[in-house]
Every structure is written in C-alpha cells, then in structure tokens.
C-alpha cells in the first residue's frame, strides 16, 4: 500500500498540474500522488470507451495502492469516465473537474462567455446538460481546440492553433472558460490574441468539493505539516512535473 491515505490526482498527462496547484492551496497538509498518463495522451480526441479504458487502469492503481480519494483533474476524463469509476468505487470520493460555465453565467449576465475544451469535452452529454440546465445556450460558446492541449504536453509553440480557433473572436469576448486543464498553462498566449479577457477554470471549485467531501467522511488530515508530493507517469520524467508545478 505505497500511497496509503494519500490523494491520487490523474489527468492525460501535465494539465493536471494546473489542478494539483490548486489542491495543494486549498488543502496543504494531505499528501498527493500525481499520475499523468501522457502515453496515452491527448484523451481528448478518443472515444468514449477509450477514456474510460485508460481512467480505470489508472484509478484500479491508485486504489489498490491505498489512496483514500481520487481527484479527475482532466475535464475531459470528467465528462467520459467519473459515472463509471463513481460505480466501481461507490466508497471512495471520486471529484471530477468541469468547465466553471456555471460560475462564468451567474458572474457575466449577458455576457457572451467562450469555453475552450477538447472535442471530447465538448461533445459528450454533460457539456450539453450543463449548458442547458444554464439556460445560456445562446451566449455559452463551445470553441473545440483539437491539437492544443498535445501541443502543450509536448512543449510546442500554440501560437498558430490559437490564432486558428480565437481569432474569429478577437476583441468580440470578454470572458474565457478553461475547459480543460492543459489550457491555464497559455493563458498569456490567449490574451495576446483575444485581448484582456477574464478567465474562469474549475481547479478551485474542485479544490473545495474534495475539502467538503473528505470533511463529510472524516478523512481530512488532521496534521499540521505539509504533505508529501508524489509523481507517476505513463512516460514522461517525473521531474518533468515538478517543474510544471513551479511554474
Ligand atoms: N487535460 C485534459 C482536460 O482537462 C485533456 C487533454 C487531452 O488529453 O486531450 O480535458
């Protein structure tokens, strides 16, 4: 049991970082273990079935190495495999991250609000019922950024991806959801594009929801030392990570 009562955070390979930051804020006492599948990366141009395929490999790990939590740090392994791991590990709190279209709504009345995500992300159901239960379908722009989030994980330059998909956008919005966690690592890129736009992403929002629930089952840490941080990856360095989680 090599990660007994740690956290196990996943995501298709460095986005997750952005997430893991967030998490480490909110709650710096627990200790987390961080798998980055990037041999398998980008999920976010698989199907459904193959998401799924690769999550559970990695939650059936974490598990049975003793994690007490899992934390979905990929939007797009939200939105295609969180029903199925919640089914399989109905004790284990399983938080997933998802567009913060909600707050972005509420916050920017009739605003036009564009959300970036992966063609999985966008496509699958839930997007689809979080936009309607919104009733924003007008004003939520869904904007798929097919080969961003790959050019992020292999250190490539984004600029000619972004100006393809934002351009058409340019000066026109003013508030930007970050659907997927790859994606807070250009922030500067995108506003050299679109302007000085306002961005939302869900890293904190799942930070409390993994507070609340460890909190409700009695599974926070109750030591005042900082945890320990651990990383795994399908392929990269490990110290690869580490740098992402200092930048
Ligand atoms: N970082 C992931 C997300 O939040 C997906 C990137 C990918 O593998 O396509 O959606």
Redesign the pocket.
């Known amino acids: 049991m090599k990660y007994k009562d740690y956290i196990g955070v996943f ?3 460095v ?2 970082i952005n997430v893991l930051k967030e998490l480490i804020r909110v709650l710096p006492n627990e200790n987390y273990i961080y798998y980055g599948d990037s041999l398998h ?5 698989k199907t459904k079935q193959e998401i799924i395929k690769y999550s559970l490999n990695i939650v059936n790990d974490l598990v049975k190495n003793g994690v007490k939590a899992i934390v979905i740090a ?3 392994a939200t939105s295609a495999a969180a029903s199925e791991i919640r089914k399989q590990y109905p004790k284990i709190p399983i938080i997933g ?1 998802e567009p913060a279209i909600k707050p972005a709504v509420i916050e920017n009345p009739r605003k036009k609000i564009l959300v970036l ?2 063609k999985a ?1 966008i496509e699958f159901e839930k997007f689809h019922t979080l936009r309607n239960s919104l009733n924003a379908q007008n004003r939520v722009i869904p904007v798929i950024c097919e080969g961003l ?1 790959e050019a992020i994980e292999n250190n490539k330059d984004p600029k000619d991806l972004l100006k393809k998909y934002l351009l058409p956008y340019k000066n026109k919005i003013s508030i930007v959801v970050l659907g ?3 994606y807070p690592f250009v922030k500067k890129e995108i506003k050299s594009i679109l302007g000085n736009v306002r961005f939302y992403d869900g890293a904190y929002g799942t930070a409390l929801n993994l507070k609340r629930q460890l909190s409700n089952k009695n599974l926070l840490n109750i030591s005042n030392q900082k945890g320990v941080i651990l990383f795994e990856s399908s392929n990269h360095t490990k110290s690869l990570y580490k740098q992402f989680l200092i930048q």
């Not at 990366?41 to 141009?45: H, K, R, S, V, W």
């Open positions: 995501d298709s390979g986005g997750g990366a980008p999920y976010g141009n990929c939007n797009t991250i995500a992966t992300t989030a997927c966690t790859h």
